[in-house]
Nanobody
Framework: QVQLVESGGGLVQPGGSLRLSCVAS?????AGWYRQAPGEERELIAT???????AYIDSVKDRFAISRDDAKRTIFLQMNNLKPEDTALYYC?????WGQGIQVTVSS
């Protein structure tokens, strides 16, 4: 069973940037980042497959970038021009394994 460890969250002002990292204990085929805001359902926001093809939901497209370093077994989410509505608990998912979640708060 692969385990995931996420890092990089925190508090940032609107317009700022953060980079989330998700380190896997084993190899990863398909990965994605999800987020869940208070009172909302968890939503898939970005995915990357084994040949580095990516996909995004419209609300983060052009602001967020998912990438992976297979040698380091790490999945990244670069988040730019952050908005208050991006505030949520962010989760990494690698194949069928979930990370523990990491808080991102965008506030002035």
């Amino acid at each position: 069973q692969v385990q995931l460890v996420e890092s990089g969250g925190g508090l940032v002002q609107p317009g700022g940037s953060l980079r989330l990292s998700c380190v896997a204990s084993g190899s990863v085929n398909f990965a994605g980042w999800y987020r869940q805001a208070p009172g909302e359902e968890r939503e898939l926001i970005a995915t990357i497959n084994s040949v580095h093809r990516t996909a995004y939901i419209d609300s983060v497209k052009d602001r967020f970038a998912i990438s992976r370093d297979d040698a380091k077994r790490t999945i990244f989410l670069q988040m730019n021009n952050l908005k208050p509505e991006d505030t949520a608990l962010y989760y990494c998912k690698a194949d069928t394994t979930w990370g523990q979640g990491i808080q991102v708060t965008v506030s002035s």
